[in-house]
């Protein structure tokens, strides 16, 4: 269980506190106005910002001080997921070992990888040889090479139009649930909270509300949301 | 992640404290020595003859800068891209080279006083006061090309597009657009080639001497090496510091010296005036092709019957100055990278600028002054030219440290930018970071920089002189004795050797770079 505990941001005037938990293999859609610290809060639970007070735990070890590198959770960012002058391979070697000194298992490993997210035989282009859905698939590859119990998307398929991003997902959530990790997904667009997520956090005036039911919440919106969809 | 920054702070302090101890240090060790306050007659006469050479050469150098870069900049002709590259040749040339070159140009027998004896005119003297400036308009020209070609380019596209469709006359078109650029970039070409002049040895070394045509720097090389005078060359060191950095302080708001970098080929041909201005730019041209190419091919034609007949001892002095030149790119570029990527990794702070303002501190600095504070420091306890081959290496690395940061920093910054928090979300320590990300992307500055750094150091003839017994010598300092005995023949050959080798060790560092770049 990944656990926010009375965890507060502040930076200069902007200030965010969260108090809640997710539950392993959960999928946690964050949706709000930009600038309302969507981005923050999963910087800061990769590592990336600290916390002003409060506390973040994962299974109960408090996860304060710990390098990101060795948190319990791998990321995906808005863009630059992939090393342009490494091969494919070889980002997705990163995964498994960070000197990119590979034992032959490791390297069938990250060709599974490859064949698993239907990259198979492209392990030794550079990321510019590839899409822009491919380059998040060799993403999404690695981070089900270093199958993290937790996964952060800060919307890396958003540059991609509608049909190729619902195809992401499906095959995020696939990942997902081969390596049974929790997924939190920043995204402004309340389509992709309704295909992925059971649960949605809702960021907005300095608080990252605690997860609800996707479909409840878009029933029955609260006015901050209302405010930010632009329904009456 | 913490222990691998405070690890690198800690680096780039130390590599801070060193640069200080080298610049301010060697000034402050200097100071200390000099015996008296008092200038001689002689050294007022360095002194004013140093800021007049300094003041002609750039003053001279921005003028004629000026319609040269016009005229690359608005015609197409066949060439023009080699033209401006070659424009960044000066730069890695070799001192000794170039005042060779110009020697058979403009020297006694050369061609120019041939066709001045012909039409009945006076011979024009290469030494003294005149030559001095020569070699620096010949040296600091192209720099200042290269900067006003880049004021061009920073010219938005648009307002020369407005400027067109508003049907500018030439005389518009210079007042509107071509005067305000010169306005923001001449002062600080201007500046910057005074300082470098300041502090120009080797120039003054072949061409000037005697009481009335003597640098500050050669003051202080003689008053050490013949007179052996220390109280006195630590008084000329000491005003030559205050001297470089007074003038440093004075134009720092707009002395920018780096007039290099690549992209001066912009494809929009904005204005292109026909009739007498088009004859103007062609003699613009052609003039200052002339004027950078015949020294070069002079070099060539006379050096290369020399090259079968060197004497015994250039081969090893090569072999010295390769050593040299690698082992100061290996320092300057070690110790650029440690200050470059220990900025790029915090925000501009108190530390972050403290850094910046240190690795910019050499380019106030002299090499003679560094020298002498060397000299002192090592004089008691060993014999200078025992240590001259080190010293040399770490003065070179010292005095192109500017340029390699300058070059790396905006590079590291983005990497940092770009990759930081990906290379920490995968968990990779300092030396994947260094092996996998930092080597990888800034490859091509690295390669650029190493070369810049090799080249310079390879032609350094400053405080190799001062510390080089009869041994020893590397091979700036063999063409210059040879030149000083009048062995020209051999000393051109030396002299075509040294400026291939210079050019080599430059582009193999750039190819190198280069190739392991990509994406």
């Given at each position: 269980m990944l656990t926010l505990d009375a965890l507060t941001i502040r930076q200069g005037d902007f200030s965010l506190t969260a108090d809640w938990s997710v539950a392993p293999a959960e999928r946690v859609a964050i949706i709000g106005p930009s600038g309302g610290g969507k981005s923050t809060l999963l910087m800061t639970i990769a590592g990336f910002i600290p916390l002003t007070s409060g506390r973040l735990l994962w299974q109960g070890r408090d996860l304060v001080g710990v390098p990101p590198g060795q948190r319990p959770?791998?990321?995906?960012?808005?863009?630059?997921?992939?090393?342009?002058?490494?091969?494919?391979?070889?980002?997705?070697?990163?995964?498994?070992?960070?000197?990119?000194?590979?034992?032959?298992?490791?390297?069938?490993?990250?060709?599974?990888?490859?064949?698993?997210?239907?990259?198979?035989?492209?392990?030794?282009?550079?990321?510019?040889?590839?899409?822009?859905?491919?380059?998040?698939?060799?993403?999404?590859?690695?981070?089900?090479?270093?199958?993290?119990?937790?996964?952060?998307?800060?919307?890396?398929?958003?540059?991609?139009?509608?049909?190729?991003?619902?195809?992401?997902?499906?095959?995020?959530?696939?990942?997902?649930?081969?390596?049974?990790?929790?997924?939190?997904m920043v995204t402004h667009d309340p389509a992709d909270a309704r295909r992925f997520a059971d649960k949605t956090v809702l960021v907005a005036d300095g608080v990252a509300q605690a997860p609800q039911p996707t479909a409840a919440l878009f029933a029955e919106p609260p006015q901050a949301l209302r405010d930010y969809l632009g329904t009456a | 992640m913490a222990d691998r920054a405070v690890a690198l702070r800690i680096a780039a302090l130390g590599v801070a404290l060193l640069l200080a101890a080298l610049t301010l240090g060697?000034?402050?060790?200097?100071?200390?020595?000099?015996?008296?306050?008092?200038?001689?007659?002689?050294?007022?006469?360095?002194?004013?003859?140093?800021?007049?050479?300094?003041?002609?050469?750039?003053?001279?150098?921005?003028?004629?800068?000026?319609?040269?870069?016009?005229?690359?900049?608005?015609?197409?002709?066949?060439?023009?891209?080699v033209l401006i590259r070659l424009m960044a040749a000066p730069f890695v040339l070799p001192v000794v080279v170039a005042v060779l070159g110009l020697l058979a140009v403009f020297g006694r027998a050369g061609p120019v006083n041939g066709a001045l004896a012909a039409l009945g005119l006076p011979a024009l003297s290469i030494f003294g006061l005149h030559g001095v400036v020569l070699a620096h308009v010949f040296l600091n020209l192209p720099l200042a090309v290269r900067i006003i070609l880049m004021g061009w380019q920073a010219i938005p596209a648009e307002r020369l597009r407005l400027a067109q469709s508003l049907g500018f006359s030439d005389r518009a078109m210079f007042r509107h657009i071509e005067l305000p650029m010169l306005r923001a970039v001449l002062p600080g070409a201007g500046a910057v080639i005074f300082l470098l002049c300041l502090t120009s040895f080797a120039v003054a070394l072949t061409l000037g001497g005697g009481p009335k045509s003597s640098t500050l720097e050669l003051a202080i090389f003689q008053a050490l090496r013949f007179d052996f005078d220390l109280g006195r060359a630590a008084l000329l060191a000491a005003l030559q510091f205050a001297l470089c950095a007074a003038v440093t302080v004075a134009t720092a708001r707009v002395a920018s010296p780096f007039g290099f970098g690549a992209g001066l080929d912009r494809a929009v041909l904005p204005f292109a005036p026909r009739g007498w201005r088009?004859?103007?730019?062609?003699?613009?041209?052609?003039?200052?092709?002339?004027?950078?190419?015949?020294?070069?091919?002079?070099?060539?034609?006379?050096?290369?019957?020399?090259?079968?007949?060197?004497?015994?001892?250039?081969?090893?002095?090569?072999?010295?100055?390769?050593?040299?030149?690698?082992?100061?790119?290996?320092?300057?570029?070690?110790?650029?990278?440690?200050?470059?990527?220990?900025?790029?990794?915090?925000?501009?702070?108190?530390?972050?600028?403290?850094i910046e303002m240190v690795a910019m501190l050499p380019l106030a600095a002299s090499g003679l002054v560094m020298g002498v504070g060397l000299f002192l420091v090592i004089h008691p306890v060993a014999r200078p030219e025992s240590l001259a081959l080190p010293v040399t290496v770490l003065v070179n690395a010292t005095l192109s440290l500017p340029y390699l940061f300058r070059l790396l920093l905006p590079q590291a910054r983005q990497v940092v930018a770009d990759y930081g928090r990906l290379s920490a979300s995968l968990g990779m320590g300092a030396r994947a970071r260094l092996r996998w990300v930092i080597l990888p992307r800034l490859s091509r500055p690295l390669g650029y920089g190493a070369g810049l750094a090799a080249a310079l150091s390879m032609g350094d003839l400053g405080v190799i002189a001062l510390f080089a017994g009869d041994q020893g010598a590397t091979l700036p300092l063999m063409v210059q004795r040879l030149m000083g005995a009048y062995r020209m023949e051999q000393a051109a050959g030396a002299a075509l050797l040294l400026v291939s080798l210079s050019f080599g060790v430059f582009w193999l560092f750039d190819r190198i770079g280069d190739r392991n770049a990509d994406a």
């Open positions: 959770v791998s990321m995906l960012f808005q863009d630059q997921n992939l090393f342009p002058h490494l091969t494919v391979a070889q980002n997705l070697g990163l995964g498994l070992s960070s000197d990119l000194r590979l034992t032959s298992v490791q390297v069938d490993q990250v060709e599974s990888a490859l064949r698993r997210v239907g990259l198979e035989g492209m392990g030794e282009r550079k990321p510019s040889e590839l899409s822009g859905g491919q380059q998040g698939r060799a993403a999404l590859a690695r981070a089900l090479l270093r199958a993290r119990p937790v996964l952060l998307l800060d919307e890396p398929f958003a540059a991609l139009g509608p049909a190729l991003k619902a195809e992401m997902l499906d095959l995020v959530a696939e990942v997902a649930s081969e390596t049974g990790a929790a997924v939190l | 060697s000034a402050i060790i200097v100071a200390a020595r000099a015996t008296s306050w008092t200038l001689g007659p002689a050294d007022g006469a360095a002194l004013r003859f140093t800021l007049l050479q300094a003041a002609l050469s750039a003053g001279l150098s921005a003028l004629l800068a000026v319609p040269v870069a016009r005229a690359l900049m608005r015609r197409r002709f066949l060439g023009r891209g088009a004859a103007l730019d062609a003699v613009a041209i052609a003039a200052a092709a002339l004027l950078l190419l015949a020294p070069l091919l002079a070099v060539v034609v006379r050096g290369v019957p020399g090259l079968l007949d060197l004497p015994s001892g250039v081969w090893p002095a090569a072999l010295r100055s390769v050593l040299v030149a690698l082992a100061s790119a290996a320092l300057a570029v070690a110790a650029a990278l440690v200050l470059a990527l220990a900025l790029a990794a915090v925000p501009l702070g108190r530390f972050g600028r403290g």
